[in-house]
Every structure is written in C-alpha cells, then in structure tokens.
C-alpha cells in the first residue's frame, strides 16, 4: 500500500524542477457533437457544458462520476452507500430522484434503467472517454422519457494510439487499464480495459471487514467503411463488478469515525451487464444523411446480502434521417424501447415508443429551434396472482432562439416541455407489494443566457425557471405504514448557472464553476402532512467549484480544486423539520503531473484537509462519502 508521505514526496520532487515557458494556451468555442444542427457553443439555443479527451485525461479521476462531481455544474453521490452505483443531480431535482431527470447516452445507448437503479457510470472507464457535452434543461425531442433536467451524451474516443494507464493509493487502491485504436480509410477498431480494486475506505463489520470493491470493464468498437458514403459500426461493451458497502451512520458514529462499521448492517452486490450494438450511417446525398443503430443489454443484478436476483433485458433501435444545408437543418427520428426486468416475485416490462421531429433554422445572425416528440408508454406486470398493464401518451417540445451578438458574443432563450415516465419500482409499495400505477410528471422550462468566448476567456451564464406537475417521488413513513411512491402535485425551480475559464497568463488558468437553485414544493398533502412552501429535501442553494491550474513549463501542470456545496434539509426531510441537516460538503484536490515524451507520471490528493462529508436521509442515518483524505499516484504511457 502507497503510504502518503510517498505520495507527497513525488509531488515535492517534481515541483522543484524548472523547464521552458509553457506552451500558449487559448480558448474557442467548441462545436456541439452530440447535435445533427451543427452549432458551436456560441451558437447553439441551449446552455450547454462540453469536455473533451484532454480535459478528462488531466482531471486524474477514477470514475466518471468523480469527474462529475469535481469538474462539471452536476451533483453525484453514493446511492445508499454504494459507490459503483451513484446518483446524479443538476437544475435541483434532489439527490433522491434527481438522477432519473437525467438522461444518460453512450455512443447512442441510452443507460437509464427502467427501474429505480441509478445510470451505471461505472461501467464506462475514464480512460475509454473520448468527450462528454452536457445539455441543461433541454434535450427532449431527442433522448425523450426523463429530459426533465438535460441530457449527458458520452461518446468513446477512437484514434490512432495505444495507452496504459496504472495507478495506486491508499485503501489498497489499484487500477490498470488499456486503450488501444487503429483506423485507416477501410476500418477502424478500437478496444479497451480496466480492473479496479479497492478495499475501500470502510469497515463494514465487527470483524473489521473491508468495504471491499472490484470491478472489469471491457469494450471493442470495428467500424467499416466500404465507400466514401457508408459506416458500419458493431460496438461490445462488458462490466462486472463486486461492490460491499457500509449501512448508516448515527450523528455521533460519523463525527467519531466516518470510516468505521457503526451499528448497521452492509450489503454485499454483484453487477453483471453486457452491451450490444449494431450501426448503420449512410450519405444518401451530401445534404441527407440516414443514421440507424440497434442494441441489446444483458443485465444481472444479485444483492448477495439478501439472496435476491433480478434479471433485466433491454432492446433498442433508433433511427434518424438528418438534412442539412446552408441555412436549414432537420431531423426526423423513430425510437423503440422496450425493457424488461424478471425478478423479485414478478416480471415487468415498460416498453417506450416514439417519433420525433427536430428542427433549426438560421438567418444572418438569427438562430431558430423547434422541436416536438410524440412517445407512447406501456406497462406490463404480472406474478403468480394477478396480471396488469397500464398506458401513457406523452408530449415533448423544445424552441429556442439564439442571437450572435458578435464574433464572440451571443444569448439565447429556450423552452421546453419535457416529461418522466414512472420506472417500474414506482408501482411497489415498501416490502415488494404492488400499489398501483402513477402519473407521469411533466415540466415546463425557460432558459435564458449569455455567452462570451475569446482566445483568453470563456464566461457562460444562464438563468432557468421549471414549473413541475405531479413530480415523482417516495413518500418515507419512518414507520412505513403509509410509506409509498406517489406524486407532488405542483413545484417549482429556479436557479443561475455561472462558469468562467479565464486565462490569466499563459502558465496561471482559472476555471469557476458556480450554481444556484431553489426548488419549491407548491402544493402536496400526503398522510395528513402538509408540504406547501416547503423546499425539496436534498437541494443544496449553492454549488461552487473553483480549479487554479499552474502551468509552468512544457512538462508539468499543478491543479488545485475546492468544491463547496451548501447545507440542505436531510434527503427524506419533505416537512423540512428534521433535527439535522444535510450538512455542508467541502473538498479541496490537488494533481500535479509531469509529461515526458511518452510518459506522464502524476499523483493526486482528495479531500486534502480531511473533511468529514457524508449524505444524511433522515436523523442518525448518515451515509460518508468522501469523508477521508484519498490519494493515488500512477503512470500513463502513451504511443
């Protein structure tokens, strides 16, 4: 095991080395790929977040979700304690079910579950990643069912190289992983793997076992094109993971020892999925293009701890039919989706079906989006007593309007109408009985915005209003006697996204990440409790995240993070009276890195001041999560 002296002794003696000046660094706008209409940040009528390879090579992370987490507007955390299976956040949906406002796409698959599971980010290796784009409150017509809060697209990179990539830290941590890619004008393959091991940074029991955690990720993407004009595409990706993971804290445990068993009790799962795809993009003219990819997944969840498994099947086609010329672009599109899930007593399927239709048009300095989709819904459960099936029709819309102001300056406005249909665990009341169908929940959004980019600073702000009817969430009796899923009839959110990347001189950057919300229940009475004017529990007011990156010559580049997320009301505090609070999260980061032809070597502290962060339910049932100083040192090597 690294011990952290090591690890500061590494960084202490790569500081001291001076080399040449930096080499100039400048900013411009980058184009949105994840789009058919062909706009740029500037020019597109969304508020948008783009991260390339490069950005996610030197963050050093080693998940997704801490990426995230550090270097994006979103909010991650461990679900219940399980870090393999994180949920997500942005634009105050709530860490409870915020995730399910997210729709997550991996070179064209989506990963949300039809069931209550988080999207499993950790089945995507960083070092696989070749670009992630952020759509904020926008992004229905397209990824459709639960674009309430925006999209994330993740596309795998493809190039010409070969990398390996080892580090280890504290825990007992390793990881290794290998990306190698090859393409010439007929084909292109590209493969890649990772293992991770840790023993985690928790006893889970009196016998001071480890929160042990373990995990395989595999892929290969052949892509063949026989004429200028066609793409063929077949894309594998695997994932197994072992994850033991810790019950809650009380208040006095986690303020004692957050790293310690407490008095609950662990869970033990085993992950296993396997992705298919197949895909077909062909040039029927230089301005239209058909796209259509098909997919399968494999899933299986086993909760060793209490002897339970679910297996899930989902199936996938997408097909769209792009046009494009000098002023108009458009998109036509059909998606079918159907996702079954046969375990727990039951099987159970939520098939989605849908037609869309996306277009942009520009004028000068004018930029015009409309957009609407039809999706339909069907439900079917059945067990050894009874038989039911249940239907939703369903509208999405999205206009926006972008004006460029100058070569470097534009705003924008955007609506949208956007909707989630209940995944299937919604219908079971707690103990697996069935409580019946729910409503789907449907927003309305208007986004405002302001973007400024030059060769030395890129500022984006935004300003957004949602209005929610019927939002989606579980009413938690402590005695469960009356808890179940259900709806809050009205609510609302507002809030500002604010980010800076100013570069101050050529070897001193500065990157602010800053984000405000409120969300407000409007109208909800639930077990004669009354909810009205209250705030949505798991919401914190104010995110920000700020990176200093020091640049000092051609070789190395120091970067230092500090996150900070306001307070908020305890996850299931929908009354917002409970005696404690979801407390402040602070983490300040520091990576130094050091390039040398082919070689990087680079260390990275998290949480360097040791601050006791967690996640809070409800009173005493506190779950850490980066509740210890963390650190890893490792090796890339790249041809």
């Known amino acids: 095991m690294i011990q952290k002296p090591l690890l500061l002794s590494l960084i202490a003696s790569l500081a001291i080395h001076s080399f040449a000046h930096a080499a100039t660094y400048t900013l411009q706008p980058l184009e949105v790929y994840s789009s058919p209409l062909h706009n740029d940040e500037l020019s597109a009528a969304d508020a948008v977040e ?105 596309t795998t990179k493809q190039e010409n190289a070969l990398e390996l990539g080892l580090y280890a830290g504290n825990n007992n941590t390793f990881d290794g992983s290998l990306y190698a890619g090859y393409a010439d004008d007929l084909y292109s393959i590209t493969a890649h793997a990772e293992r991770y091991l840790s023993d985690g940074v928790r006893t889970v029991d009196a016998q001071k076992n480890r929160a042990k955690q373990a995990l395989k990720n595999g892929g290969i993407i052949l892509s063949l094109t026989p004429t200028d004009a066609l793409e063929l595409s077949v894309d594998y990706q695997t994932t ?113 079906r849908a037609a869309f239709l996306l277009t942009q048009y520009r004028l000068g300095d004018h930029t015009l989006k409309a957009g609407y989709r039809y999706e339909t819904v069907d439900y079917s459960y059945h067990d050894a007593d009874k038989r039911l099936r249940d239907d939703e029709t369903l509208h999405g819309i999205e206009l926006g309007y972008n004006y460029r102001l100058s070569a470097e300056r534009s705003v924008f406005a955007a609506f949208s109408h956007a909707y989630q249909a209940p995944d299937i665990d919604r219908f079971f009341n707690f103990g697996g009985t069935f409580n019946g169908f729910i409503k789907p929940m449907t927003t309305d959004t208007l986004t405002v915005g302001y973007n400024a980019i030059t060769s030395q600073n890129k500022f984006k702000v935004s300003l957004f209003y ?74 914190p007011n104010h995110t920000a995240k700020v990176i200093l990156s020091y640049l000092p010559n051609d070789h190395m580049t120091l970067s230092l993070l500090h996150t900070h997320r306001s307070s908020a009301y305890a996850a299931n505090d929908f009354n917002n009276r409970f005696a404690q609070e979801q407390q402040a999260y602070r983490s300040t980061d520091i990576t130094l890195s050091y390039l040398q032809g082919h070689y990087e070597f680079f260390g990275k502290i998290n949480n360097l001041f040791d601050q006791k962060n967690g996640l809070w339910i409800h009173d005493d049932a506190i779950y850490p999560l980066n509740a210890s100083t963390t650190f890893i040192a490792g090796l890339k090597v790249r041809y």
Do not use: C, W
Not at 106 to 134: F, K, M, Y
Not at 247 to 253: A, D, R
Not at 476 to 502: C, E, R
Not at 524 to 538: C, H, Q, R, V
């Open 50 to 154: 783009i991260y390339t390879q490069d950005d996610i090579e030197k963050a050093h992370v080693q998940n997704v979700y801490e990426f995230l987490n550090q270097q994006t507007s979103l909010i991650a955390m461990p679900s219940y304690g399980n870090p393999f299976t994180q949920k997500i956040d942005m634009h105050g949906y709530g860490i409870g079910d915020g995730y399910e406002n997210i729709v997550v796409i991996l070179n064209g698959r989506r990963l949300n579950n039809i069931d209550a599971v988080p999207q499993l980010l950790s089945a995507i290796s960083p070092s696989s990643i070749g670009r992630i784009e952020i759509i904020k409150s926008g992004g229905i017509v397209r990824a459709g069912d639960g674009a309430n809060a925006g999209v994330i697209y993740i």
């Open 466 to 539: 949602v209005n929610v009817d019927d939002e989606i969430y579980y009413h938690a009796d402590p005695t469960f006697v009356n808890a179940k899923n259900t709806n809050i009839d009205a609510s609302y959110k507002y809030g500002l996204d604010l980010y800076d990347k100013f570069l101050v001189t050529d070897t001193f950057h500065v990157s602010i990440n800053y984000n405000y919300v409120k969300a407000i229940i409007d109208k909800e009475i639930e077990s004669a409790e009354d909810y009205s004017n209250n705030e949505l529990p798991g919401v």
């Open 240 to 352: 197994r993971l072992k994850s033991t993971y810790g019950g809650p804290l009380t208040l006095n445990e986690f303020l004692e020892d957050p790293s310690q068993a407490g008095s609950s009790s662990s869970s033990k799962q085993a992950y296993d999925s396997d992705a298919y795809a197949l895909s077909l993009a062909y040039d029927i003219t230089d301005a239209l293009q058909l796209s259509v990819t098909g997919s399968r997944e494999d899933k299986e969840s086993r909760y060793l701890t209490y002897g339970s498994v679910a297996q899930y099947t989902y199936d996938s086609i997408a097909a769209t039919l792009d046009y494009r010329n000098d002023a108009l672009s458009a998109t036509v599109g059909l998606n079918l989706f159907n996702g079954e899930r046969d375990g727990y007593g039951n099987n159970t399927s939520k098939e989605n």
